[in-house]
């Protein structure tokens, strides 16, 4: 049976190609089409919110960031506006005492070469993590490795997502988005999560773990559903690659989250 598969995917294969002759241009990003790109993701955590800015690189070249320092980024709420102020490295850091509050909406615009580049989100409150515990996940090495589980009480109402992420306390694991795991309430509005557990890092006994929770809500889960799909390509009948949704005017590329967030210290036990 291994034999007949392999002889019809390769026949397959040579009656597909054999149908595409017609020329195809592709639309490679170039010097000349640069996309500007916003990572902006808002949380009531207590520090220093952040905003990065840069522009999309050459598809042909290898990749170096093209950071943007001369924008102008502000955030409106309510009837305020504050301003961010720009660190270096495409960083734009909002005033060092300002932290966001829940049960608001927020407006981030980003004026770059006079052209704006505007989106607003609802920051969800986060409900809060509990019935932490630990549960054996692996030996490596003649040492015994466990997982990080907690629950929280899904907010009622439609439209809700949520992100989380595990990491030794100490060190920057947690860092990019991909690591962690996201979910919405599709299918389950209103009950008790239960049980969840993030990243399958392994952990030893003892060792002290970062767990950070955030109320995304459904749209922004849908926006990382796009990123998983994009790098975590599996094979040839895999859709052609696409630029990820974005929720900002003018074509930029980005999506504006804005988030309740939980922060816990938890450490792992038999």
């Known amino acids: 049976m291994k034999y007949l598969y392999i002889t019809t995917l ?11 002759k017609e020329r195809i241009d592709l639309d490679l990003n170039t010097d000349e089409n640069k996309r500007f790109a916003i990572e902006a993701w808002i949380t009531d955590l207590d520090e220093r919110q952040e905003v990065t800015l840069s522009l999309s690189s050459n598809y042909l070249d290898a990749f170096e960031p093209n950071f943007v320092n001369d924008a ?13 102020e720009s660190k270096g490295n495409g960083v734009y850091a909002a005033p060092e005492n300002w932290r966001a509050a829940p049960e608001k909406n927020y407006t981030i615009d980003v004026m770059y070469e006079d052209i704006s580049y505007s989106a607003t989100g609802f ?14 996940y692996e030996t490596r090495d ?32 947690g860092d990019p988005l991909t690591v962690g ?13 239960s049980d969840v557990t993030v ?15 955030f109320s995304i809500g459904k ?9 998983i799909t994009e790098v975590f390509r ?24 804005v988030s309740g967030a939980g922060r816990y210290e938890v450490v792992v036990e038999e």
């Open 10 to 20: 390769i026949f397959t294969t040579f009656m597909f190609s054999s149908c595409f």
């Open 72 to 84: 102008r980024v502000t955030l409106s709420y309510d009837a305020e506006t504050i301003t961010f």
């Open 123 to 136: 920051m969800r409150t986060m409900p809060p993590a509990q019935d932490f515990r630990s549960e054996f």
């Open 142 to 173: 003649s040492i015994d490795y466990y997982n990080l589980f907690f629950g929280f009480q899904e907010t009622p109402g439609e439209g809700d997502g949520y992100y989380g992420v595990d990491y030794l306390k100490g060190t920057t694991d």
């Open 181 to 193: 795991g996201f979910t919405n309430d599709d299918f389950g509005d209103g009950i008790y999560f």
């Open 199 to 213: 990243t399958d890092a392994g952990y030893e006994i003892g060792d002290t773990v970062i767990l950070e929770v």
């Open 219 to 227: 749209d922004a889960s849908d926006f990382l559903l796009d990123v």
């Open 234 to 257: 599996e094979g040839v009948f895999d859709p052609p690659p696409v630029n990820v949704r974005s929720n900002f005017t003018n074509d930029a590329l980005g999506y504006f989250i």
